[in-house]
Each structure stands twice: as C-alpha cells, then as structure tokens.
C-alpha cells in the first residue's frame, strides 16, 4: 500500500523557518517513474504547488515562492523535506505531499492526510 | 505563466442531474499533462481523470473528461450524493517543470 504522510510543527513564529517531513511507503523515491511535491492550500482557497523533486534529485520550485523554499530527500530514510523561510501570517495552510506518476502523465496519484500549519506570533 | 481558470465558481445541482465544469487555460496546454481532483470537506484531493480524459483506477464512469488547446471539460452524468464536492483542474508543465491549479469549481446540493 502507497501511503505519504506529513509531519512538522502545528504553529510557527513569523519570520521563522518552516520544515516539513513527507514519510513515504509503498515506493521507492529513486523509482525513475515517480516524484513527489509540496501542495498547500490556505483555509477555504485553492490549491498551490509549491515545489517537486525527481527521482534523480532534480528539483522545481513554484517561481513566486522559490526564494523562499528548498527541498531535499533522503531514500534511505523515504523522507523529503521542504523548508520555507521567513514565514508569514499568510503561509497558514494545509500543507500537503503528493507523489507524481510518470505513466499517469505527472498528476498526482497518491496525496498525504495534510498537515496544518499556523503562522502567528 | 499560465492560468486556469474554472467556471462557474458554484455549480447548484439536484442528485440525478449532470454536471459541466469548465476549465479554461490562458495559453494551449498539452492535454496529456491536465488533471482533474475532487475534494471533500477535510480530505486530500482525489485524482479523478489525468491526460484529459483517462479515469484513475476505482473512478466510477460518470465521471468523464474532454477537451483540447485551452478549453477542457470535466462532466459528472449522474450526480452521486458522494459527489458534492469542490473540483480542481491542473496543468503540468515541463519548460520548467512546474505544475498549476485552479481555483476550483463548488458542487453543491440544490
């Protein structure tokens, strides 16, 4: 069974750094078919992608937010991580992981629970 | 950068009715590379059909979708009380590689 789950801090100052950890099973993130972003969405708005990393660790970034946001994977550990920096009171979101299918031309298959985070002081 | 814009923003229908939701991009995007998702109240999206007009495994054939350049369409034929919902559209991109929502289309109960 293919699962991602989200897992980081429920509440973050402005202007702090956050980082957040999608745990996947099921897969390998080295599967050449397979990649996997960070979506988020506000309280009642639409989706955002944020950010994707390829299996061969390449990596693309929403290009209003780049500045701000680096992620990374660690296979042995099935983990990515996204980082966001200088966090703001707008950032307050579900922040969601999702993988990508080659053979599914590159939608998302297979989406995480969500983690919500609040940005206030 | 394109944009995808869904209509209408609400979509008032009755169970048994058919639903048509619009999602229109700025510039012509590869049909291969655009999605659809439904969402409930507190869940992740849902991959419902990808390419277009391919359903996901375990989507039910009322749900179909179509479309080409900047116009697609997703079209519920009957509606289920399941399917109430809010419904996105996305666009992959490879040039660079990027991905784009819209803001979503609402299925609410008549």
């Known amino acids: 069974q293919v699962t991602l789950k989200e897992s980081g801090p429920v509440l973050v100052k402005p202007t702090e750094t956050l980082t957040l950890t999608c745990t996947v099973s099921?897969?390998?993130?080295?599967?050449?078919?397979?990649?996997v972003s960070w979506i988020r969405q506000p309280p009642g708005k639409a989706l955002e992608w944020l950010a994707h990393i390829f299996s061969n660790d390449e990596k693309s970034y929403s290009t209003s937010l780049k500045r701000r946001l680096t992620i990374s994977k660690d296979t042995s550990k099935s983990q990515l991580v996204l980082t966001m920096t200088n966090m703001d009171p707008v950032d307050t979101a579900t922040y969601y992981c999702?993988?990508?299918?080659?053979?599914?031309?590159?939608?998302?298959?297979?989406w995480g629970q969500g983690t919500m985070v609040t940005v206030s002081s | 950068e394109i944009v995808l814009t869904q209509s209408p923003g609400t979509l008032s229908l009755s169970p048994g009715e058919r639903a048509t939701l619009s999602c229109r991009a700025s510039q012509s995007v590869s049909s291969s590379y655009l999605a659809w998702y439904q969402q409930k109240p507190g869940q992740a999206p849902r991959l419902l059909i990808y390419?277009?007009?391919s359903r996901a495994t375990g989507i039910p054939d009322r749900f179909s979708g179509r479309g080409s350049g900047t116009d697609f369409t997703l079209t519920i034929s009957r509606l289920e009380p399941e399917d109430f919902a809010v419904y996105y559209c996305q666009k992959y991109g490879s040039s660079p590689p990027g991905w784009t929502f819209g803001q979503g289309t609402k299925v609410e109960i008549k």
């Open positions: 390419g277009a007009s």
């Open positions: 999702a993988r990508t299918k080659w053979d599914l031309f590159d939608a998302f298959d297979i």
């Open positions: 099921g897969f390998s993130l080295n599967n050449a078919r397979m990649g």
